[in-house]
């Protein structure tokens, strides 16, 4: 099956000051029809530029390389206007904060109905009726009442739902989702999420979901990647990826996350920092903060290789088990 | 043990005015909160945006004042001290704001933004400043040498480590930490945890934890109290009220928890507006399980040491856990058990 999205070796460099920061270093993914991948790592590791590439949203001073095919189909080779016109039709993206996304000026139904004018062609009468079938799809109440408020009169949650309601309006193939509900209350959050779940299993769209907490990603993905400094460090099946990490950074950060473990035992703590991207270790970038370092670690940077069927980690020292069974 | 704070009764609206600015109404921020925190335990107080959280910190602190009840520090009512005295008592207690980036002035030094309090109070003598300010610097972990360092210079979770430092300088008996670890990626927010945790340990600090993350609070309470719409619907030991909770509304609040929690039917819909609380109790609108009564009777907070504030106590169904998705068992616990040694350093052959 051709997979909804496939990205082969994407690279991204930002040109700034006459010199280039690479911030994507050889990322490679792919999410099938009526799935979720979740992409996590923390601030800067390069997940929501990622996604940013994907949907062609970059700005000027980037350049991407590698390949990203959308059902098949090259991205790359295409011109600003071809993606342009991909965008709300065939993929579509919802943020975190739906209120910066959202136009103040126009209603919510208004902005449901555009997309539905620009890709599918439909006249303002019948574009409006169907954006409130919409509306009421994401479980908008009074949808018909809502669809002709503007954005300021919505709740964040509704907004969000707004925001959802437009994103799978034309039926895309790939949805990416960048931390759409970190702005939320928690009880809002788990709306959303489930909406989102829903709205999958009904529409069959991949879901890239973009998000810095774990739990998210322990109820809401099938497949999980692990970023960390513009890199792939390990992808696998979420349950998977939970039970049997297979790369130390991983392993760290699912230690750091609090409640988990007796209360008042000390968090598992990733000491130092991420490392500068304009001056990245030449190894493997997670090798300065590793527990597990050797001197490979610091000479070559590891490639993402596969330690068990479907479970691919990016680390010198995998599987993790030789490890543990030298310090027993 | 002593109650180092008292809140009784404790009422806070804030007047709102429509557009040609006549009173049109108020926001009942906290609206008759009782609790009392005793010395050397942290207490959280846990609700979603808007159910009063922050305004009661504040009102801890006696940085806003009741519109009616009172605020008992180590037994003085601090709402009727005079501006002198509260001045004096300020020493005792200090609060860590969420944003490092907007709590330390960006023109002050870290040694000018942690010896302000020493010099404001008279902790140390003059001369003793520096070494004073060194002190709290390794004590939060930070090298003594940045204090001559400017704050744009730091990461988040290093500013967050100043603005301890300079909380801690006066030598307060309580802290009041307002999502101090909210704003921080999460190993980063683990550093700040432990160290969270070490400080109130070791300096037998009061500290009230005010978060909206439950893994956090599960992490590091004695007790929680949870909010919603200004009052305290449930309080208790921590264990209990995340484990086995009472009210309907805390019973949903541990089901939204991603990837941990219990078992308990989802709510729909968004708060209600805090300008126009509903009667009876202000969960019944949201609640899977509201009965006529809970639309007209205002539920009073009962019984000890788990107590809640709703009126179908011990008629609800018991609480399941959700099985722990993020559990990792014994192989994981022994990888993550090297991040909790020391890192050796770089190059070191293991």
Known sequence: ?328 | MSALLELDGVVKRFPVRDALGRRAGAVHAVDGVSLSVAQGETLAIVGESGCGKSTLGRLMMNLITPDAGSVRFAGEDLVRLSPAAMRARRRDMQLIFQDPFASLDPRMTVEQAVAEPLRLHRIVPRGEERARVADLLSRVGLRPELARRWPHEFSGGQRQRIAIARALASQPRLIVGDEPVSALDVSVQAQVVNLLSDLIRDLGLTFVLISHDLGVVRHVADRVAVMYLGRIVEQGPAEEVLTAPKHPYTRALLAAVPGHGVKAPPIEGDVPSPIAPPPGCRFHTRCPFAEAQCRIIQPELTGAPHAVACLLDGRLPPVRPRPERLAGGERLRRLQSFFRAPAPPTGAQP
């Open chain 1, 1 to 328: 099956m051709t997979p909804a999205l496939e990205v082969v070796g994407l690279t991204l460099d930002f040109r700034q000051d006459g010199r280039a920061l690479r911030v994507l270093d050889g990322v490679s993914f792919r999410v099938d029809a009526g799935r979720t991948l979740a992409i996590v790592g923390e601030s800067g590791c390069g997940k929501s530029v990622a996604s940013l590439a994907v949907m062609g949203l970059l700005p000027e001073n980037a350049t991407v390389g590698g390949a990203i095919r959308l059902a098949g189909r090259e991205l790359t080779s295409l011109s600003r206007e071809e993606r342009r016109m991909l965008r709300g039709a065939e993929m579509a993206m919802i943020f975190q904060e739906p209120m910066t996304s959202l136009n103040p000026a126009f209603t919510a139904g208004e902005q449901v109905a555009e997309a539905l004018r620009l890709h599918q062609g439909l006249d303002r009468a019948a574009a409006f009726a169907e954006a409130i079938r919409m509306l009421d799809r994401v479980r908008i109440p009074d949808a018909a009442r809502r669809a002709r408020q503007y954005p300021h009169q919505l709740s964040g949650g509704m907004r969000q739902r707004v925001m959802i309601a437009m994103a799978l309006a034309c039926r895309p193939k790939l949805l990416i989702a960048d931390e759409p509900t970190t702005a939320l209350d928690v009880t809002v959050q788990a709306q959303i999420l489930a909406l989102l779940d829903e709205m999958k299993r009904e529409t069959g769209t991949a879901v890239i979901l973009v998000t810095h907490d774990l739990g998210v990603v322990a109820d809401h993905a099938d497949e999980v990647a692990v970023m960390y400094a513009g890199r792939i460090a390990e992808q696998a099946a979420a349950a998977t990826l939970f039970a049997r990490p297979e790369h130390p950074y991983t392993a760290g950060l699912l230690g750091a996350a609090p409640g988990e473990g007796e209360r008042g035992e000390r968090l598992a703590s990733i000491e130092g920092t991420v490392p500068d991207l304009r001056a990245p270790p030449r190894g493997c970038r997670f090798a300065p903060r590793c527990p597990f370092v050797i001197s490979g670690c610091i000479a070559e940077p590891p490639p993402l290789a596969e330690v068990a069927p479907g479970h691919l980690s990016a680390c010198w020292r995998a599987p993790l088990d030789t490890v543990l069974g030298q310090a027993a």
